[in-house]
C-alpha cells in the first residue's frame, strides 16, 4: 500500500453515505511488547514498547466507522551499550554481541472498524538503532557507540475496542511492521501485541 492509496481510502471515506463525522477527534496512549527481527543480522529481541496515535473519524455509520491520522511506536525499549571489549583484541571477531534492536516507526494510517473490530494499514518512516564500532590501527576498537539510520516504512494493527465508558476505549491489538535500513541495518520485522486506551473527547 502506497501514499496515495492512503489518500484515495480517505478521499473514498469522505464521499461514503454515513453520518457526519464531525470532527471527532481521538488519542491513543499505550504500551507494546514486539520482537524486533533482522534477517541479515544478529538483530533479534523481544521487549516492550510504547506507542502514541493521534487523528479523527472521518466517517461514521451505526456500527461503523473509518478514521485517519497518524501514530508512533518506539520497539525495543532497553538497548545494551556497545563497548570497545565487544571484540577480540587485535581482531574483527566479536566475543560478545551487544542487543541494540530499537526501532522507531511514525506512520500514517486509516482505520476500518465495525461493530469493535478493525484493522488500520500504515505508511510511513522507520529508524534502526544498531551497535557501531570505530577501529584504529592493529584492528583496535577506539570508540563504541549506538548509531542510527532511517527508512520507509509499513504497517498493520488488527484488534477489538473494549468500550470503557463514554468517550473511553481499550484497543487489544497485533500488530506486524516491516521497516528498511540503510547502509549500516538491513530491513527488520516488529511482530507483537499492543495495548492502547483511547480518549475521544
Known amino acids: 500500500m502506497t ?23 481521538f488519542v491513543g496512549v499505550g504500551g507494546a511488547y514486539a520482537a524486533v527481527h533482522e534477517g ?3 538483530v533479534s529481541a523481544t521487549r516492550p514498547g510504547v506507542h502514541l496515535a493521534v487523528g479523527r473519524s472521518v466517517w461514521r455509520g451505526a456500527t461503523t466507522e473509518i478514521t485517519a491520522g497518524v ?3 518506539a520497539y525495543g525499549l532497553g538497548d545494551e551499550d556497545p563497548e570497545l571489549t565487544d571484540f577480540i583484541p587485535g581482531t574483527s571477531t566479536f566475543q560478545r554481541i551487544p542487543e541494540v534492536a530499537g526501532t522507531q516507526v511514525l506512520l500514517a494510517f486509516v482505520q476500518f472498524q465495525a461493530a469493535g473490530f478493525y484493522v488500520r494499514p500504515g505508511i510511513g518512516l522507520g529508524r534502526h538503532s544498531f551497535a557501531s564500532y570505530l577501529f584504529g590501527p592493529g584492528n ?16 498493520i494493527a488488527a484488534g477489538y475496542a473494549v468500550p470503557l465508558g463514554r468517550g473511553v476505549s481499550l484497543g487489544l491489538e497485533g500488530v506486524a511492521v516491516v521497516s528498511h535500513g540503510e ?3 538491513a530491513s527488520r520485522g516488529v511482530y507483537g501485541l499492543r495495548i492502547v486506551p483511547t480518549f475521544r473527547p
Open 3 to 25: 501514499w496515495q492509496h492512503l489518500l484515495l481510502l480517505s478521499a473514498a471515506a469522505l464521499a461514503m453515505p454515513g453520518e457526519a463525522a464531525a470532527q471527532r477527534w
Open 40 to 42: 541479515d543480522t544478529d
Open 71 to 73: 501514530e508512533g511506536t
Open 140 to 155: 583496535q576498537v577506539q570508540d563504541a557507540y549506538v548509531g542510527h539510520e532511517a527508512g520507509p516504512a509499513a504497517g
Open 183 to 185: 547502509d549500516s541495518s
